[in-house]
């Protein structure tokens, strides 16, 4: 399926100090879905020009059939984004069929992002 912003409460924001620093950014949830499989996607914004997928990779990916829940992190990238600008990440979701995919499923979820800047 097409990758969709289904949590925006989910986003990080940091100006890295060095154009040669690493950003580790982790994604920690409970996704849930009844029988429709997910994949999950880390997207980054730099400097305010849009939201586009970091390396297109699907993480986490769980297959159609049966419910489906993931807890904990689902998403740990290293990125390298090369710029002293504002960078946000966020997580995108893609899901099959017509199903519905629920993030921050249950009472008392966890629900977070972290960008850690490394330097060298």
């Given at each position: 399926?097409?990758?969709?912003?289904?949590?925006?409460t989910?986003?990080?924001?940091?100006?890295?100090?060095?154009?040669?620093?690493?950003?580790?950014?982790t994604?920690?949830?409970?996704?849930?879905?009844?029988?429709?499989?997910?994949?999950?996607?880390?997207?980054?914004?730099?400097?305010?020009?849009?939201?586009?997928?970091?390396?297109?990779?699907?993480?986490?990916?769980?297959?159609?059939?049966?419910?489906?829940?993931?807890?904990?992190t689902?998403?740990?990238?290293?990125?390298?984004p090369?710029?002293?600008?504002e960078?946000?990440?966020?997580?995108?979701?893609?899901?099959?069929?017509?199903?519905?995919?629920?993030?921050?499923?249950?009472?008392?979820?966890?629900?977070?992002?972290?960008?850690?800047?490394?330097?060298?």
């Amino acid at each position: 399926g097409t990758a969709n912003d289904v949590s925006s409460t989910l986003i990080a924001t940091l100006t890295p100090v060095a154009t040669s620093s690493k950003i580790l950014v982790t994604v920690q949830t409970v996704c849930e879905s009844p029988t429709y499989g997910w994949a999950a996607y880390l997207y980054r914004d730099i400097g305010g020009a849009g939201y586009t997928n970091v390396d297109g990779t699907e993480r986490f990916l769980e297959v159609a059939g049966v419910a489906k829940q993931a807890n904990g992190t689902i998403i740990t990238y290293l990125d390298s984004p090369n710029t002293t600008s504002e960078v946000s990440y966020r997580p995108y979701f893609s899901i099959t069929g017509g199903g519905t995919l629920q993030v921050g499923y249950g009472v008392d979820t966890i629900q977070a992002i972290q960008a850690m800047e490394i330097t060298a």
